[in-house]
């Protein structure tokens, strides 16, 4: 008989273990081992069961043993000392609360992201964005970094994976239940759940609930829209992550966004909280927290106008791009944006005036598409990739927003990703650490990494240890591939096999990620018979582990999963390469540890980061990857291996070649004997002199903690500075920024550089000095709105500008109708130099001189007088 009504029943803690409730609900125990453990303790199968989840575990345990429990002293004075432990984890100071002074810190932050991977047990992630979201909060929360987290809430997460006998990826989209997670619904003082709603096209509203998931110290506020108020479309906005069309998209994105800001001001109603100063939007899926921000300035004042509203937005947002695919840049037909934002209007602004903030009104641009991560770049102050390598590529990508300056110029920076150490450092190999570590060491760092003689982990111990990590993976990888087979219809009696496959004394390399096209799951596959000859080699074997979702409506990405599926079913090297599908969290967890080698072999330079390969390195696997990403800038030529690519290659199928056999080579000639070349104690000295290399380098740069503090020290605070200037009523700054804006735009046509002159001494020496004089037309502007430049430095072939540097030149009065501006400047390179000068808009509330993408160039006929010999050829 099917239930016509379902509702959840609490369970009632007995007063001993009240804290119980507090300890299950806040998701610092996915970080914290002794708190894992405890609950572990209270039902070993119930965790087991629901894949480690303390709130689970609390619904599962009947009254009876509650009263045991109580009456048990060990088991209520553990639970008392967890709860205190987190209570003064919640409350005592930390990094955040050590720097600065109190007035020059963002007072708090807001972290908008379409995906969160907290744990295992919350599938609100598809891969890397929203692992690194997840991350960001806990490493947020560790340093005491003041964030809210913004989200939400998908009814079925995203989808379960499985395979069909013959390899294709089948997708199942079990429901969860919020009432039985580590969530709490917010309320309004009277009980009610608090609401928020916006207003949709044909008189529809699309209404949401907020659930609170504790994140440690950072509140991530998820919406669902699974409510009884609203109709059957908009019950259905969060039903789940990256799926349906694209009214659908954009109505689960307008919700993020707008219904974003509007969770913010509730929650911060309710708990009494400080107004966000800085706006993160993590990638263009919530770029319409501009658009809320800005309804919500112009309706609460009115003399703020559509131009002064988004500067006063805009000196608090900062956004991060996270992908340098075109295609994984989110675009939507502009008309359908037109139709829903014309059913949230702002006070007196013309839709069309909205839409072009997402314009790509640019060369190469299509006038028809309203762009998510242009909308996320206009309305940002500052702006992000995420390592240096995909700043550099960011920037070449969107110059065309700039378009008065040079890519190297483009204001768009980077920092690098990284992964929160206590979730990805397995706990096992963690206490090791730990054992070795001196009291004098800090508790992140790699004093356990010091020499055997010195106190350090002594070289058997820590192969030891990486023995018996590469064991649990096996283990766990044989009952997954049985569990696999059962799915695909095999019977038990078949199975046997499974038993025993993959082996703890091979090397393994590990491969798992998303399965766009662009990461090449299957290049290790080119040379089928060479990858069967180093899988089965009898001397030197290598084992494969992988795994990975595609996106169901990537059929190419189904096919390559396909196609590597049916190669590992072969007989011959079953028990050597292994799929195991469903890749998430909990498999991550123990995938990473237990590879040797974590092999990433992406088209360069398409990879923005990446950081399965970070989590390996944390627990001493070596990496084995093309230069991209993050790896791009961390490779030392001590701590793994570069697979060299053939950038440059224009043929797909020959670059992939090329790469593959430049992979296999390594393999065969470098990696495996120096996995096998075992000293008398079977210990491979050369590998563990890389692995502890590895821990020791490696180990502190790519920890999420160094990641975040670069967050708030070069952007959450510089952003929230200049909102404290420009976002403030009653909006002076605001206005003055804006009506200046419009000035210098309109002017701009008429601004040049007329004449340039420049004393050079016949033979210019490093360290000489060389007067410049530069004669300027500027259109009815003051000479305090520019800034006339002289750059100069080194040219490359083409006379182009390479490392330059950029010195303002002085205002020097008018002469005969032309503003004269000077300066000298020291000669600081050798060689083949050069300069150039420009104008360029100066206003000291701008971020820089690069954000209007305004320059005036003096063209070469400019230059008058006195260039001579070695300076500016
Ligand atoms: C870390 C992680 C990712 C991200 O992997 P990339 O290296 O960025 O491709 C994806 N999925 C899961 C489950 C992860 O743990």
């Not at 699309?206 to 950072?218: H, N, T, Y």
């Not at 065969?668 to 380098?697: Q, S």
Request: with cysteine; proline share 6%; aromatic share 8%.
């Amino acid at each position: 008989m099917k239930a016509i009504r379902r509702f959840t029943v609490r369970t009632v803690l007995p007063p001993q273990l009240a804290g119980l409730d507090t300890l299950a609900r806040n998701l610092r125990w996915c970080w914290h081992e002794p708190t894992r453990k405890f609950f572990e303790s209270l039902d070993p199968q119930a965790w087991e069961r629901s894949g480690g989840d303390p709130v689970a575990v609390l619904g599962e345990i009947t009254p009876a043993r509650f009263e045991q429990l109580a009456a048990d002293a060990t088991v209520v004075l553990e639970a008392a000392r967890l709860v205190e432990e987190l209570n003064q984890y919640m409350t005592e100071p930390k990094w955040f609360q050590s720097i600065f002074s109190n007035t020059d810190k963002p007072a708090s932050i807001a972290y908008f992201s379409a995906e969160f991977g907290i744990t295992a047990v919350m599938p609100q992630y598809s891969g890397g964005l929203g692992i690194l979201a997840g991350d960001h909060l806990k490493s947020a929360s560790d340093l005491g970094v003041p964030i809210t987290g913004v989200g939400l809430l998908y009814g079925a997460g995203y989808f379960r994976q499985s395979l069909s006998r013959d390899g294709w990826q089948r997708e199942t989209y079990p429901l969860i239940d919020p009432n039985n997670m580590p969530l709490t619904l917010l309320r309004e003082q009277d009980g009610m759940p608090a609401r928020i709603s916006l207003p949709l096209p044909d008189g529809r509203t699309l209404a949401a609930q907020i659930w609170v998931a504790q994140v440690g110290r950072v509140p991530l506020l998820l919406m669902d829209s699974d409510i009884p108020d609203n109709d059957d479309i908009s019950r259905s906005v969060t039903d789940r992550l990256y799926g349906g069309s694209a009214e659908h998209r954009l109505e689960q994105e307008l919700l993020l966004g707008v219904g974003g800001v509007k969770a913010l001001r509730v929650y911060s109603r309710l708990m009494g909280t400080p107004a966000p100063e800085v706006f993160h939007c993590n990638e263009g899926h919530a770029g319409f927290l501009a658009v809320e921000r800005i309804r919500e300035l112009m309706e609460s004042d009115s003399s703020v106008d559509f131009g002064a509203a988004i500067e006063a937005v805009r000196s608090g947002t900062l956004f991060t791009t996270h992908t340098p695919v075109p295609a994984g840049i989110d675009r939507f037909d502009k008309s359908i944006v037109r139709h829903y934002l014309s059913a949230m209007p702002l006070p007196g602004v013309n839709v069309d005036e909205v839409l072009s903030l997402g314009n790509e009104s640019y060369q190469g641009g299509n006038p028809h598409v309203f762009n998510m991560a242009v909308l996320g770049l206009r309305m940002a102050r500052m702006a992000n990739g995420v390592a240096q390598l995909h700043g550099k590529v960011s920037r070449g990508m969107f110059a065309a927003l700039w378009p008065g300056f040079d890519v190297p110029e483009v204001p768009i920076t980077s920092i690098t990703n990284g992964v929160h150490g206590p979730t990805w450092r397995n706990p096992g190999f963690q206490s090791m650490a730990l054992e070795y570590m001196a009291e004098t060491d800090d508790a992140d760092g790699t004093g356990w990494l010091k020499s055997e003689e010195e106190g350090g982990v002594p070289d058997v111990v820590l192969w030891e240890k990486r023995r018996s990590l590469r064991a649990a993976l096996v283990e766990v990888a044989r009952a997954r591939t049985r569990a696999s087979w059962l799915e695909r219809g095999a019977s038990p009696a078949e199975l046997g096999w499974t038993e025993s496959i993959l082996d703890p004394d091979v090397l393994t390399i590990g491969f798992a990620r998303r399965v766009p096209t662009y990461k090449r799951l299957t290049l290790m596959l080119s040379d089928p018979e060479r990858l069967t000859r180093l899988l089965t080699d009898p001397e030197r074997p290598i084992q494969l582990v992988i795994a990975g979702k595609s996106h169901p409506d990537d059929e190419q990405g189904v096919g390559l999963i396909q196609k590597l599926v049916q190669f590992a079913d072969n007989a011959e090297v079953r028990d050597r390469i292994i799929f195991l599908p469903n890749y998430d969290m909990a498999l991550a967890e123990v995938l990473m540890p237990g590879c040797d080698v974590w092999l990433n072999n992406p088209l360069r330079p398409l990879e923005a980061s990446g950081t399965s390969g970070m989590k390996c390195a944390l627990n001493g696997a070596l990496n084995l990857s093309i230069l991209d990403g993050w790896w791009d800038e961390m490779y030392d030529g001590n701590n793994g291996w570069a697979i060299p690519t053939a950038d440059g290659v224009e043929d797909p199928g020959r670059r992939d070649h090329i790469e593959a056999a430049a992979l296999y080579d390594l393999i065969e000639n470098t990696v495996a004997p120096r996995f096998y070349d075992r000293d008398e104690r079977g210990v491979p000295r050369r590998w563990m002199e890389m692995m502890r290399h590895t821990l020791a380098t490696l180990g502190p740069k790519v920890q999420a903690t160094r990641m975040v503090r670069d967050y708030v020290e070069r952007l959450y605070t510089p952003i929230a500075a200049a909102s404290r200037v420009i976002d403030a009523a009653p909006y002076e700054k605001a206005k003055e920024l804006a009506a200046w804006k419009h000035k210098v735009r309109s002017a701009w046509p008429g601004v040049r550089v007329d004449f340039v002159e420049a004393e050079v001494p016949d033979v210019a020496e490093l360290g000489d000095e060389v007067s410049i004089s530069a004669g300027v037309s500027l259109a009815g502007l003051e000479p305090t709105d520019v800034h006339v430049q002289l750059v100069s430095g080194r040219v490359g072939a083409d006379d182009r500008l390479e490392d330059f540097d950029i010195s303002n030149l002085n205002p020097a009065g008018e002469k005969h109708g032309h503003q004269v501006f000077t300066g000298t400047e020291k000669l600081s390179a050798s060689g083949s130099v050069g300069y150039a000068v420009r104008v360029v808009p100066f206003n000291p509330l701008m971020a820089g001189d690069t954000e209007l993408g305004l320059a005036a160039n003096a063209e070469p006929s400019a230059v008058t007088a006195h260039t001579h010999t070695s300076f500016g050829d």
